[in-house]
């Protein structure tokens, strides 16, 4: 009676953070296209800075590890570790995070330079290429649903390509549309390449995957692809344009980039 208890509540536990993994990712995915755009029609040119915020947050996954130990702690005892991700799984979060990083880049180059709806149709593409490299990495097999995803999926991003003046941000050039639209489709195709990785990453872990590991490879993940973010602003000069006093403003214009972004 007692262990059929102690399953019910470790099956809502479960059903709970799946529901709050979704609502997390929905947010994520509606919202921030819609303010990084916000950045950029306002006048934002930073697209290191934009590549940076997509996983610029990563300190917060401290918060569910610490959740995670306390709930160990008092059902295994003080012996319980903080940490369980071991060395070579911890060498190849680093890797892929760095890849996540050069996706972050493109995904803001392109967000820089077309519209929200005409960006998303294209990262919904991504689809098709987590599907070709989940059959090459980790040998999934296509179902009739997932192909006939790949082929719509497929077919809309090229409409979109065509149709290149419907929904070009004003003032933009083709040559400055074409790159942003050929950076969207390198980050939907590296994002659905890193996807697959990543179950690749869990099935070659000589560990137990468990719900506390799986939140240490994200941290690894994000913190690796800020690195990278952090050193193309370096390069960039990014630090130093933020630092430096925006000019004057007449009373009917807007705020300039940096300020927006702090108020976001």
Request: with cysteine; proline share 4%; hydrophobic share 50%.
């Amino acid at each position: 009676m007692e262990a059929s208890h102690e399953e019910k509540r470790n099956a809502s536990l479960k059903r709970a953070l799946l529901i709050l993994s979704c609502v997390l990712l929905s947010i994520g995915t509606c919202g921030g296209p819609l303010i990084m755009r916000l950045y950029f029609i306002h006048g934002g040119k930073r697209v290191w800075l934009s590549s940076w915020l997509e996983t610029g947050g990563w300190p917060i996954i401290f918060i569910p590890i610490a959740l995670a130990y306390y709930h160990r702690r008092t059902t295994e005892g003080p012996s319980t570790k903080l940490f369980f991700i071991k060395l070579p799984l911890f060498i190849a979060s680093a890797v892929i995070g760095l890849i996540t990083g050069l996706d972050d880049y493109l995904y803001a180059y392109g967000v820089a330079r077309l519209p929200v709806s005409t960006s998303s149709l294209i990262i919904a593409a991504q689809l098709a290429f987590t599907a070709l490299f989940a059959f090459l990495l980790v040998k999934q097999k296509f179902t009739s649903y997932s192909t006939n995803a790949v082929v719509l999926l497929t077919i809309g991003a090229a409409v979109l390509g065509l149709n290149t003046n419907a929904d070009r941000p004003k003032g933009e050039s083709d040559k400055e549309y074409i790159a942003g639209f050929l950076m969207t489709v390198a980050a939907a195709a590296l994002y659905g390449f890193v996807l697959p990785l990543v179950e690749l990453t869990y099935k070659k872990a000589k560990q137990t995957i468990t719900y506390a590991l799986v939140l240490e490879i994200q941290m690894v993940m994000c913190l690796f692809a800020t690195i990278f973010c952090t050193v193309g602003m370096l390069i960039n000069n990014d630090f130093k344009g933020a630092k430096s006093k925006p000019k004057s403003l007449h009373r009917n214009e807007s705020r300039p980039q940096e300020t927006i972004l702090i108020i976001i």
